[in-house]
């Protein structure tokens, strides 16, 4: 397993480079098999979770193939409806499977989703709307069995505007008899990014990105050649990391309206943003302010994927802050590792206290989840000394080259193979 060694205390300078949202690309992976006609996605990062719903696509019988850069994806042969436990416990994803093996195979059978582990992460709200569909599902022995004879477009209402859930109904109405109106949906920009995508492959959907989505079944899905969004959680993985080290770094390609509270939450700090078109530039210098409050709520709230990396700012800032986090239960695990680096924070339930303190120091620590993984890098990025991040694994799940495109920031970092 490898891990990062990092030389806290160097200023961040220059632009990156971001990848091909991972929230958006894994959703496509799975719509590929909605068609057996070849399907290329652009630009896909080279992060774990893509090789995993590669796999995935592998097991089912299609040809999947990694070439520059892009991904194609031929699944004229898949025939396999089943997808086995060793593959959707490695990643949560594989619940869009459900939607997209429906539409194909009328049936589909998955282990129990997994995945980063940062609470329950249900997915009762996936299978309420499947019901409404017309599939029936069976649950036994950590197995989900569905299917049905016709898929039928129906009225769906979701109590909570769960991503995965508004993406999975997409993929189970595309093709279904008559219409589907989802109330209540999810609107991240990924979502957004896959209503495109399918239309660009003959679906009619319309209203991704507001809380109505109308999806008018059609009959034939045919190729496409697309390339995803930018990873909107990476920029501001890039612009916290600059805020806590200082210097002065520009991510394109994500538009500020994806990243809005964000980056007001990064002035309050005291932060400088320049916006122009696709490009945002922060420059920070000197002992930034803490936020008194952030709360996560699903977009265009406060991302849960960008709250660790915010609380290790937060962490480092003068005063103090509030952190809440709505979305998942246990997304504060990796607040005991900040705390072996000096970081003064309390966690009850679902709020973290944090008192800013002037320096973190050098630590060893252990990464247990995707984005807390990244925020401990970008505290040892800002600390006194040397540091270790052990366990890279889930890191990579979700960041590709992290520590290279931080070095051409100026910063000290480089991976260790153990
Ligand atoms: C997606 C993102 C993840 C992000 C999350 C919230 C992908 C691949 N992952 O995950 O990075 O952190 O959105 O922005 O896009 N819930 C239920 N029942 C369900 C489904 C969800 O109760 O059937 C709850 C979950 O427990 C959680 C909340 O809804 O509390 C949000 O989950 P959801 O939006 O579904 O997240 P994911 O799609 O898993």
Do not use: W
């Not at 999975?168 to 990014?193: F, H």
């Not at 520009?250 to 320049?274: Q, T, Y």
């Not at 984005?371 to 890191?395: N, T």
Request: charged residues 25%.
């Amino acid at each position: 397993m490898d891990k990062f060694i990092i030389e806290g205390g160097r200023e961040l300078h220059g632009s990156v480079r971001l990848q091909s949202a991972k929230n958006a690309v894994l959703p496509l992976f799975a719509a590929s098999v909605l068609t057996d006609k070849q399907v290329t996605i652009r630009e896909t990062p080279p992060i774990t979770d893509a090789y995993c719903m590669a796999e995935i696509l592998r097991e089912l019988g299609a040809d999947v193939r990694f070439h520059d850069g892009d991904v194609t994806i031929d699944s004229s042969e898949a025939c396999c409806h089943e997808i086995s436990s060793a593959l959707t416990k490695e990643l949560r994803s594989s619940v869009f499977m459900l939607g997209s093996l429906l539409t194909r195979f009328h049936r589909a059978v998955i282990a129990y989703p997994g995945g980063c582990d940062i609470g329950l992460r249900p997915i009762d709200l996936h299978l309420n709307a499947l019901k409404r569909l017309g599939v029936r599902i069976m649950e036994r022995d950590g197995f989900i069995y569905c299917e049905c004879d016709t898929l039928r477009g129906a009225e769906i209402g979701i109590d909570f505007p769960s991503v995965g859930a508004t993406e999975n109904i997409m993929l189970a109405g595309v093709k279904a008899e008559g219409k589907t109106v989802l109330q209540g949906a999810a609107k991240e920009p990924e979502i957004v990014d896959l209503q495109n995508f399918l239309n660009s492959m003959g679906a009619r959907i319309r209203g991704a990105g507001t809380d109505v989505i109308e999806i008018e079944g059609v009959r034939e899905l045919g190729g496409v050649t697309y390339t995803p969004v930018k990873d909107r959680i990476e920029a501001g993985t890039f612009l916290i990391a600059c805020a806590i080290c200082g210097g002065e770094v520009e991510v394109e390609g994500v538009g500020a309206e994806n990243l809005g509270l964000l980056l007001h939450k990064l002035r309050e700090n005291g932060c400088k943003i320049h916006i122009k078109n696709d490009k945002i530039k922060l420059s920070g210098s000197g002992r930034l302010k803490c936020n008194r409050r952030i709360e996560t709520m699903p977009f265009p709230g406060f991302p849960t994927d960008l709250q660790a990396q915010i609380t290790a700012l937060n962490a480092v800032s003068e005063g103090g802050a509030l952190i809440v986090e709505n979305l998942f239960e246990t997304r504060f695990k990796y607040v005991p590792e900040l705390q072996k680096m000096g970081a003064d924070i309390e966690v009850h339930g679902r709020t973290a206290f944090v008192r800013g303190v002037r320096k973190l120091h050098g630590a060893s620590v252990t990464a247990g989840d995707l984005r807390g993984g990244a925020a401990l890098v970008l505290a040892a990025l800002g600390a006194e000394g040397v540091s270790e991040v052990l366990d890279l694994s889930y890191i990579d799940r979700g960041y590709s080259d992290f520590e290279g495109k931080l070095r051409a920031l100026g910063a000290e970092i480089k991976r260790v193979r153990v």
